[in-house]
């Protein structure tokens, strides 16, 4: 089975602050991570993958995320947070042989200004 | 990475009837999936859509409730059967890209049901 838990509901931040989303997985074998983005009244956006290679992977609009093997996580980073990056936030594991995403319950992020 | 046109964007329909969602991809894929969306939940896989066969129901979902055709490597519907409140939600087909575009992701069916 495999299975990603994000703990917070919500993420609160400051505009200019560093954001971070958490994203722990559980999965059998090598892991696929991802990232995507919702904005209100809109689909997914793909944010940023890891499938091998190094752990530090950057994705779009500067945000970062790190594959930890160890810890079995793979949080959502971006140095400098922008109102416009308020959304929902959505961590997916998949595992090698198996195409069937499963998703975190998601993230609210919002950034104050 | 693959388009994905989905519609309807947004319906409300009358509790009983059905409502047919389209997926248009613009490139062939080999599986296309189907996602349901209720208020404030995360994304539930309903169904792996193939080409060809059957497609393949997770646990909690039936195919006469949610039918589902796909006639080609480009396209698939998915059906929402005799509809009641619960079913309010938003839906979403998906496809498997190249590993470097991840999944795409239509842009959502909102279906709401009076």
């Known amino acids: 089975a495999q299975s990603v838990a994000q703990p917070e509901d919500q993420v609160n931040v400051a505009e200019g602050n560093p954001l971070t989303v958490k994203c722990t997985y559980s999965v059998s074998g090598n892991p696929y991570l991802f990232w995507y983005v919702q904005y209100p009244n809109r689909g997914l956006q793909f944010l940023l993958k890891?499938?091998?290679?190094?752990?530090l992977v950057k994705g779009s609009y500067g945000f970062e995320a790190e594959f930890n093997k160890s810890q079995t996580s793979f949080h959502l980073k971006k140095p400098s947070a922008l109102v416009s990056d308020s959304a929902l936030y959505f961590c997916a594991v998949r595992s090698y042989g198996n195409n069937r995403l499963a998703f975190g319950k998601g993230n609210q992020v919002v950034v104050i200004p | 990475s693959a388009v994905i046109s989905q519609k309807p964007s947004r319906d409300i329909c009358q509790r009983g009837t059905s409502l047919t969602i389209q997926c248009q991809v613009d490139s062939q894929v080999t599986m296309m999936f189907w996602y349901r969306q209720q208020p404030g939940q995360s994304l539930t896989l309903i169904a792996t859509a193939n080409q060809g066969s059957e497609a393949t129901y997770e646990s909690g979902f039936v195919i006469d409730k949610f039918p589902i055709s796909r006639p080609n490597l480009t396209f698939s519907t998915l059906t929402v059967s005799n509809m009641s409140p619960e079913d309010s939600s938003i839906y979403l087909c998906?496809?498997?890209?190249?590993?470097?575009?991840?999944?795409?992701f239509g842009s959502g069916t909102r279906l709401t049901v009076v």
């Open positions: 890891y499938i091998t290679g190094d752990n």
């Open positions: 998906s496809v498997e890209g190249a590993i470097q575009y991840g999944y795409t």
